[in-house]
């Protein structure tokens, strides 16, 4: 409760545009909210004039609703990949992103 408590009234007083950063990042900013408030978070962050760097475990918001699949990476030990070059499968609007990547079908 204390952690959605913290980002919502960080969420409010970042909403004015003077007190807005040019750059955010949050790791594992879902880690304790269900995935439609983490999807929420998202939508609520594009809407600021800012860039954005979130980080998560959650596969459910790898979706092409939410962003574009140039915009996620996909992080393991020895490199960071963009989703969008790292499979040989034609990624269209209407396809599952997360039942791709539980599938196998990113990582070259």
């Not at 909403?15 to 269900?34: G, L, M």
Request: aromatic share 18%; with cysteine.
């Amino acid at each position: 409760m204390k952690s959605l408590l913290l980002l919502y009234y960080w969420l409010e007083n970042i909403a004015e545009k003077s007190k807005c950063p040019s750059f955010i990042f949050i790791d594992e900013f879902d880690a304790f909210y269900h995935f439609e408030l983490s999807y929420f978070i998202i939508e609520r962050l594009k809407s600021y004039a800012c860039q954005v760097l979130l980080t998560t475990h959650n596969t459910s918001i790898f979706t092409n609703d939410l962003l574009r699949p140039d915009c996620y990476y996909i992080c393991s030990r020895d490199k960071i990949i963009n989703a969008h070059n790292s499979t040989q499968q034609e990624i269209r609007f209407g396809h599952n992103l997360e039942s791709f990547y539980r599938g196998g079908k990113f990582g070259k």
